[in-house]
């Protein structure tokens, strides 16, 4: 009786809900794919037609003029926003003081937030090092962290000596830009009164450090050469990397400047901007040092920062977008559809829930079909177009899915808080750094002690999500070797093995 009441339960609701659920996520693979082939394909009509932005926008080299002398050259304030930064401070602000610009048309501002006094009292010296040598340098603090970067920004624009600015400037504390950093940058923004934004690309100097910042180097260097490159080409618009960019002040000022509504403010007064009209381009070819996150554990408080603060910057600017304007109906579906529905929100969802739920799960529903282009061509297409963009760690790419798959499960968490407001939606927490940027240390760290493997299993935090996504997953793919009749179980093991290494920390240095 009661098989008989399972069997028929099953096929007439388990089963067609399974359907059901395999038919939503066909559809999103083919709209995540859509849009992955139509960046790349605007990628390959930049590469084949050298459509560099030199060519689309005027741009002329700064020269001094024999009457006006430095007076031809505008005023550049540099921004350097940075909490507790002790292993790069000294990195940042010398970068910053090293770009080739005229010393009475540069200001560089320090925007420090830090809460160490030893911290602090370090920073002065070094921005006291630098005003001997005639840098125009400001270190500014605040008596409280009320919104964080955001706010920190917000403040630095009401100092006086701002407001004699053309163009701001903005690194975090581990970018160091190259000294004709700004001699590349600023002539678009001088030549082109319709632009606002200049983004330059990211580079970086511990991608060799671990398996783990390969991977981020992998998936960040496809968000430059597909999404970036593509948004700036066809739309004149892309969101702001927060770092590593030259703004026009008045159109910052237009747009009402920083907000911290979210942990987004970069993308937020990007969305702003782009909603006034104003363009966006961004430089391939100029490359600032930064450096990416080695700890599993940085890396995905910094994951959930990326994907909360878009989700629930979507939610608060939808109908803004929406009510706009300034801009055509085509740029504003730009952004609702491609830029914040599919990149932000859909994309994170559909890799968790495909890859680890509904494949997993299909080994106990043979009768459900799932098609082959959904879960080998697609997914086999969409790997390639982000491992050409990194060309050399290509032999990884098997694990750089695995990594992505597991990463997608904290992605999907931080855009259903963003999207519902949950508790950590304003949660920041700041990306430590290490200085892996040094071959030598500036400053002297306390050695942690080494531990062997075992002391590792024994001493680490057991990460129980991964870890219980990870035994389901084994659990699927045993069943599926035992009882299947398809190859999936290898797939499924090493994914399940992937969750279960994150899972006790594996991950990283």
Known sequence: MKTMWWREMRSLLIVPMFKCLVAICLVISLLVFVESLYMNIVVIYVKLFKRKPEKIYKWEAMQEDMELGNQNFPMVLVQIPMYNEREVFQLSIGAACRLVWPLDRLIVQVLDDSTDPTIMEMVNIECGKWATKGINIKCERRDNRN????????????????????????????????????????????????????????????????LMTRMQEMSLNYHFTAEQESGSTRHAFFGFNGTAGVWRLAAMEEAGGWKDRTTVEDMDLAVRVGLHGWKFVFVNDVAVKSELPSQFKAFRFQQHRWSCGPANLFRKMTMEIIRNKRVTIWKKLYVIYSFFFVRKIIVHFFTFFFYCFILPTSVFFPEVNI???????????????????????????????????????????????????????????????????????????????????????????????????????????????????????????????????????????
């Open 371 to 509: 098609p082959t282009w959904s879960t080998v061509y697609f997914p086999f297409m969409i790997t390639l177009f982000n491992a050409i963009a990194t060309p050399r760690s290509f032999y990884l790419v098997i694990f750089w899915v695995l990594f992505e798959n597991v990463m997608a499960m904290h992605r999907t968490k931080g855009t259903f808080i963003g999207l519902l407001e949950g508790g950590r939606v304003n949660e920041w927490v700041v990306t430590e750094k290490l200085g892996d940027a040094l071959e030598t240390k500036l400053l002297p760290q306390v050695r942690k002690p080494r531990y062997g493997v075992l002391d590792s299993l024994f001493c680490c935090r057991i990460n129980s999500k991964e870890m219980m996504v990870g035994i389901y997953i084994l659990c699927c793919a045993s069943y599926n070797l035992v009882f299947g009749k398809t190859l999936l179980y290898i797939y499924l093991y090493m994914q399940a093995l992937a969750f279960i290494i994150a899972g006790i920390g594996f991950v990283g240095t």
């Open 147 to 210: 919104g964080y970067k955001a706010g920190a920004l917000k403040q630095g624009m009401r100092h006086s000596y701002v407001k004699t600015c053309t163009y701001i400037a903005i690194f975090d504390a581990d970018f160091q830009p190259e000294p004709d950093y700004l001699q590349r940058t600023v002539p678009f923004l001088i030549h082109n009164s319709e632009l606002a934004l200049v983004q330059a690309r990211w580079k970086f100097v511990n991608a060799k450090k671990c």
